[in-house]
């Protein structure tokens, strides 16, 4: 999640990227930078943090007359948030800026550095740049050259460059991250990662395809596909309304992070799958030499995700796993061992009990690990080790891709500790290492099942509440779509692991009381279908989620067959997801800023 903008016109470049940028900076603000070419000479400022710190190192900077821009603001995924590090990269006569992640960097690094190239980063994105000039050294046109190195690149993919001996022209490129291209009336090229950068500036837009590259001028606009073939321009009116293009169409930004979960978990998964094991580049073995123990630390969403951990942790390497309330640790003079890898959980990094807890662990002497969403935050900086689930900036108060990627992250985890303790055959590490792959067509949304959630929503808008019910996995899962519902709806939901429901909360059981259950087809079906028809006996309202037929439910939602449990926990998290929306939408509720609530809680 970063953003990137470009120009190319007469109009002052400066003020034109900033404002772009600040149109996207909910997109990342770890740091920002620009470059300008014009007359074959570039000028470039970068800063770390908040646009504004941007805006004053250029503020006495100035262009007249026609000139070529890029910018960019970034959600820092490799390296940390340093001038070094920030956007555009630069060769010897080239800038580049980039939003994905290229797979392959290090060894394209390797290679270009046994060449005599000389990083100044720690990114994947400064290989660009030395990529394109290598090829340009080796006789290529710059086109040709930007063709070569896109040839080279694995991963996910918005880029602009612009190099001196063509001071008109912008190169571009796009494979699985956003890019649109903008004119007006004055013949004017914008580029930008949302519609919110181009408002106000052009009046119409092509929406690049994956696979699509090109370059732009001040007097053309030239676009391939992946088979090197060009395309016609095909452009289409730009809605005027900034709110909205923030949105991309979406009704709420809960709503767009929801629908983003599928390109999200591509990111979480990027570079970290190999054919029979999980590689995660931020953990050295040596960090659980030693360890007989973990212990997850969080609160609200994030427990839920370390709930699942558990099972998944137990289940997979075989390893003493638990988890806590952070708010709860750390007062209740918790006996901790050496031999315990505590491990918090937080999309921010910021969370106040879960960072204090953190504190405490080391202040114990425990080796540390933090999964989080943000680097540089308080605990990635303050923790021995950390996995940054690469979720991007969510708006919406009510937790969804946060919790995808968590969860992603911590099942590649237990396969991860699975091969380091020889606790899973390799045929089986290969095997959930595929269905990972699969993740992020799993979490897509279905049309159809959104528009019967939809409908189906009206009928469960009184009540005295909800019950959400699961076994194993699907029990924290359970717990997170309660959450979800109570978060954004202000409706009471609770919950609830199936088969404790006869140890009390049954009584509660009657036709007004909900029933959201959870009943995956390979993860305990007859026990849960079991609970299920005790609680239908009692007159309660079922909602069964499954891909299985249920007679005794009033409403069924059915899912897909998966060839695991781990799909339909992916699946039915999806489904939750949107039933809370869409109730708390029929309640004319702000979903994206529930009442009482904040984005990170950073206070006791």
Known sequence: MCGIVGYIGVKPVKQILIDGLRELEYRGYDSAGIAVLQNGTFSLFKAVGKL??????????????????IGHTRWATHGKPTELNAHPHVGQNSYVVHNGIIENYQELKTMLMSQGTHFLSQTD?????????????????????????LKELNGAYAILLVNASVNDTIFFAKYGSPMIIGRNKEGEVFFGSSDAALIGKCHEVIYLEDGYYGYASGTKISIFNSVHSEVPLSFTPLDENKLSAQ???????????????????????????????????????????????????????????ALVATYLFERHAKIKTSVEFASEF????????????????????????TLESLKMAKRFGLKTMVICNVDNSSMVRLADASILTRAGIEKGVASTKAFATQVCVLWMMSLYLAKMRTTLESSEIKRQIQLLRTLPSTVAVDNTIHEQLRRLSKRYLHGHGFFFIGRDVFYPLAMEGALKLKEISYLHAEGYPSGEMKHGPIALADPELFTIALLPEHKLYDKTKSNIEELSARDSTICSISPLDFDKADDHIRTQKRDDYMLE????????????????????????????????????
């Open 569 to 604: 926990f992916f699946e039915m998290m999806v489904v939750l997801q949107l039933l809370s929306m869409e109730i708390a939408v029929r309640l004319g509720n702000d979903v994206d800023m529930p009442r009482n609530l904040a984005k990170s809680v950073t206070v006791e």
């Open 52 to 69: 504004i710190n941007l805006e004053e190192k250029a503020k006495n900077f100035e262009t007249t007359g026609f000139s070529v821009g």
């Open 125 to 149: 994105t400064e290989v660009i740049v030395h990529l394109f000039e290598y090829y340009l050294r080796n006789g290529s046109t710059p086109f040709e050259a930007f063709a070569q190195t």
């Open 247 to 305: 949105k991309e169409g979406y009704r709420f930004f809960m709503e767009k992070e929801i629908y983003e979960q599928s390109r999200v978990l591509a990111d979480t998964l990027m570079g970290r799958l190999q054919e029979e094991s999980v590689y995660f580049e931020e953990l050295e073995n040596s960090l659980f030499e030693g360890i007989n123990e973990i212990k997850f630390c969080a609160c609200g969403t994030s427990y839920h995700a």
């Open 330 to 353: 750390r007062y209740r003079e918790p006996f901790l061992t050496p031999d315990t890898l505590f491990v918090v959980i937080s999309q921010s990094g910021e969370t106040a009990d």
